[in-house]
C-alpha cells in the first residue's frame, strides 16, 4: 500500500512538471500577436452558450416548433449537469491556477476559481456536443467542436489553465452532454443517437 501511494505522488508530480513545460511552450513562448484574439475567444465560451439555446427556444417559439424548443432545453440541462460537475470537482480538488504557481506565466484572461478542470472549456464543449446531437450534421459539428477547441486551447495561451485541465474540460463537458442526452431518453424518450455524418 505505501509502495502504491508513493507510486502514485511520483506520477502525480511528473505530470504537474509537463503541466508546466506545456505552460512555458504556450504561455510564456507564446506568439503574443495571438493575445488578443485568444482573450477574447476565451471569454467567448459564456456569452456563445448563452445565446445559442437561449436563440434556439426563440425560433422554436416564433415558428410553434416544439422541437426546437426540446434541443434548446436539452443544451441548457447539458451545460447546467456540465456546471455542476465542473464546479464539484474545482473546490473539491482545489488545485493552484498555473499563474499562481509559476511567476513566469503570464496571466492574461479572467480565473479566480480552482484551476482544476477548466470550466470555460467544459461549457464550450457541451455546447458543441449537445449542439451537435440536437443537430448531426458534420457543418454543425465541425464548426462547434472547432470553437470549443480554440477556447480550451486559448485558457492555456492566456496563463488560467493547465492543459490537463483543459483536456479534462473537454472530457467532462462532452460526458455531460451524453448523460444528459441519456437522462432524456429514459425520462422523456427523445434525443435518440445520432445519425452517422
Not at 38 to 57: K, Q, R
Not at 77 to 104: C, G, H, W
Request: aromatic share 12%.
Amino acid at each position: 500500500m505505501v509502495l502504491f501511494i508513493l507510486t502514485l505522488s511520483v506520477q502525480i508530480g511528473l505530470a504537474q512538471n509537463a503541466d508546466l513545460q506545456l505552460m512555458q511552450i504556450l504561455n510564456v513562448n507564446r506568439n503574443t500577436q495571438l493575445d488578443q484574439p485568444m482573450i477574447f475567444l476565451s471569454e467567448s465560451a459564456s456569452a456563445v452558450s448563452l445565446c445559442v439555446p437561449t436563440s434556439t427556444f426563440l425560433l422554436g417559439a416564433v415558428s410553434h416548433k416544439r422541437s426546437e424548443k426540446l434541443k434548446a432545453i436539452y443544451m441548457a440541462e447539458s451545460m447546467a449537469i456540465n456546471t455542476v460537475f465542473t464546479l464539484a470537482l474545482k473546490y473539491s480538488i482545489d488545485r493552484q491556477r498555473p499563474f499562481k504557481a509559476d511567476e513566469s506565466i503570464v496571466k492574461l484572461s479572467v480565473g479566480g476559481s480552482p484551476s482544476f478542470p477548466s470550466g470555460h472549456t467544459s461549457n464550450a464543449f457541451a455546447l458543441a456536443t449537445s449542439f451537435t446531437v440536437a443537430y448531426p450534421k458534420w457543418y454543425v459539428a465541425l464548426p462547434s467542436y472547432s470553437w470549443a477547441a480554440i477556447v480550451g486551447y486559448s485558457r492555456m495561451h492566456t496563463g488560467v489553465h493547465y492543459p490537463s485541465d483543459v483536456l479534462f474540460g473537454a472530457l467532462l463537458g462532452t460526458s455531460s452532454a451524453y448523460l444528459s442526452q441519456f437522462l432524456n431518453q429514459q425520462l422523456f424518450k427523445t434525443y435518440q443517437k445520432p445519425k452517422a455524418y
